[in-house]
């Protein structure tokens, strides 16, 4: 809360998701690709196999210039983009894992300078030596996802390191080993995906052969990838598991989600057999797309839950995504966030800048204001209420009250709540009273954000929290004074634009 806050229009959150997925997908494609260039060259030496070593001749232009190229440039960018939209968060990280980093950077300049001496000597050093700096390349990168694999894991599970703040014990999590056992088979699938399309390039004669030689690849990378995943999945705290698992899963989207992943895995799995192992002479590059859409969903899906089931966290349990330590939740209700942030309290004395800036202390990090997870979508608004109280018939009510008030109102009915409300006519003559009925919604709602931060900080100390019982599972805990809430809630109800419709809430994590 002591940085100022960049507003992307487009949402933060958004914004690293568009420069991280590439790079994730990247990384694991040179983490992989390298391995698999190495065996194939290897292979090709013993075998004196000409078409095997064109194929790991011909696929390494592309692993050098995508991982070196883009790879770098797109993990500098995470870098900056981290940095800018949660300076916080990225600071805790730094400070808890400076060595974490040293050693991931080390591994990295070992992998591009091999990578760039890999496909530099090709043809003119002895085979030998050339496949030594194969290898080597293999060393740097699969350390460097190693060491990586410490730091990712430990914001999601960070186990004994909640009570011990001990370096190792925050490394080798929980999570750590299911996840690096399915980190490498999704850098097989990353690294096949795109080799099949190299393969099918071949002299006739020789690619079924080729392909089916990936294709053997790819399924083993499948079977690696479903093991890590069911092995992570059983690893999990079980409170972390039940958001997205189980007969009534607390977030059904993220439920959703597995499934969707689980399943394009299979259709890969499937794929490969059929298209590179029983029948490679079927595949053509149309097919060789399908099979690594598929296997980018896998990833891609995956990903999206473990970030998913972190939510609120940054740091599982210690750091909130908006940037707040759940240690510092008490002293913050108690003397209020303008007292600790410069910036807070530059926002003004006046209560309508101190909400703005309190919004955007607190809540900017996930809401922006129309575009994605709108925050004024989000509030319930004046027309909101009166297309319910004008909605005609139980069906058009229940529409309405699912779209609009269902979020917060879970425990009545939409007749029932249509029969509290007064009548549209009412709310037409009387627009003082609506706003008025809508602000006090905004204020208990924040009222009961704040009180969540209760129950974060009485949970059992050193264990990860429970977040599935609480108001809102997915959102920080509001802090500040009894003063600053007020504020907040004359800016979130200033946003209401009277009468105009707002569009239906969005789902979205
Ligand atoms: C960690 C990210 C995050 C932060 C920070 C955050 N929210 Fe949310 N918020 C969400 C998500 C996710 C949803 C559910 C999305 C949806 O249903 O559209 C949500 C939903 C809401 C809703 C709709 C009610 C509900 O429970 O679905 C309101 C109101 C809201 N947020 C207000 C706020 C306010 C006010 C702040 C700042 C004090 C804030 N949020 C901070 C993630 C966040
Ligand atoms: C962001 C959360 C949120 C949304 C969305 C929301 N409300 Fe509320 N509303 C509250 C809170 C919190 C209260 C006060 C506590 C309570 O009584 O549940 C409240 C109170 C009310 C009350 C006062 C009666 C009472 O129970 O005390 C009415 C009526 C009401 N809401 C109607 C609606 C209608 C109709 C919608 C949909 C158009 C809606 N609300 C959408 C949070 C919300």
Redesign the pocket.
């Known amino acids: 809360m002591d940085y100022p806050i960049w507003d992307v229009a487009l949402g933060g959150g958004m914004l690293m998701a568009l420069v991280a997925i590439p790079h994730v997908i990247v990384a694991h494609f040179a983490i992989g690709g390298g391995l698999l260039i190495a065996v194939t060259e290897t292979l090709a030496v013993r075998r004196s196999d000409f078409e095997l070593r064109e194929l790991a001749r011909r696929s390494s232009l592309v692993l050098i210039l995508v991982s070196t190229v883009f790879g770098a440039i797109s993990g500098v960018g995470i870098w900056v983009v981290a940095g800018l939209i949660s300076p916080a968060a990225i600071s805790a990280l730094i400070h808890t894992y400076v060595w974490g980093w040293a050693m991931e950077w080390v591994f990295f300049i070992l992998e591009i300078v091999a990578a760039l001496v890999y496909y530099a000597t090709w043809g003119r050093i002895s085979k030998q030596a050339h496949l030594l700096v194969g290898w080597l390349y293999v060393v740097g990168a699969y350390l460097s996802l190693v060491v990586i694999n410490g730091i990712i894991t430990f914001m999601l599970t960070p186990g004994e390191w909640l009570a011990s703040r001990a370096f190792w014990d925050g490394f080798f999590n929980p999570t750590y080993w299911p996840s690096l056992v399915l980190r490498t088979g999704i850098a097989l699938l990353m690294a096949t995906a795109f080799m099949i399309f190299v393969a099918l390039r071949a002299g006739v004669e020789r690619r079924e052969a080729l392909l089916r030689y990936l294709g053997w690849w790819l399924v083993a990378g499948c079977v690696v990838a479903y093991a890590g995943y069911r092995w992570w999945e059983a690893v999990l705290p079980g409170t972390v598991r039940n958001l997205f698992r189980g007969a009534e899963p607390a977030l059904a989207q993220l439920a959703a989600t597995r499934s969707f992943a689980l399943w394009s895995l299979t259709a890969a799995l499937l794929l490969g057999l059929v298209v590179l192992v029983l029948a490679p002479r079927l595949a053509r590059p149309a097919t060789a797309a399908v099979l690594a859409l598929a296997a980018f969903a896998f990833f891609g899906g995956y990903e999206r839950l473990r970030e998913g089931v972190r939510?609120?966290f940054l740091i599982h349990s210690h750091l909130?995504?908006?940037g707040l330590l759940l240690s510092a939740i008490p002293e913050l209700n108690e003397s209020g966030v303008a007292a600790h942030s410069g910036w807070v309290a530059r926002g003004g004395e006046d209560g309508a800048s101190l909400g703005r800036a309190?919004?955007r202390a607190?809540?900017a990090?996930?809401?922006t204001l129309d575009g994605y997870?709108s925050?004024r979508?989000?509030?319930p608004s004046r027309a909101d209420l009166a297309a319910l109280a004008a909605a005609e018939g139980p069906e058009a009510a229940e529409r309405a009250f699912r779209a609009e008030c269902a979020?917060?109102h879970a425990e009545v009915g939409a007749q029932e709540m249509q029969g509290m409300l007064p009548s549209a006519e009412e709310m037409g003559q009387d627009p003082e009273m609506m706003a008025e009925l809508n602000r006090g919604m905004?204020a208990a709602?924040?009222l009961e954000?704040r009180d969540m931060g209760e129950a974060f900080t009485a949970a059992p100390h050193g264990a990860m929290v429970d977040t599935a019982p609480l108001?809102?599972p997915?959102?920080?805990p509001?802090v500040g004074t009894d003063r600053e809430l007020e504020a907040?809630a004359d800016h979130?109800a200033s946003l209401d634009r009277g009468a105009e419709p707002t569009p239906a809430?969005?789902?979205?994590?």
Do not use: E, V
């Open positions: 939510k609120p909130f995504s908006n309190l919004f607190q809540c990090s996930c809401h997870q925050i979508r989000a509030l979020a917060c905004i709602t924040l954000l108001f809102a997915y959102m920080p509001f907040l979130l809430r969005q789902g979205g994590l």
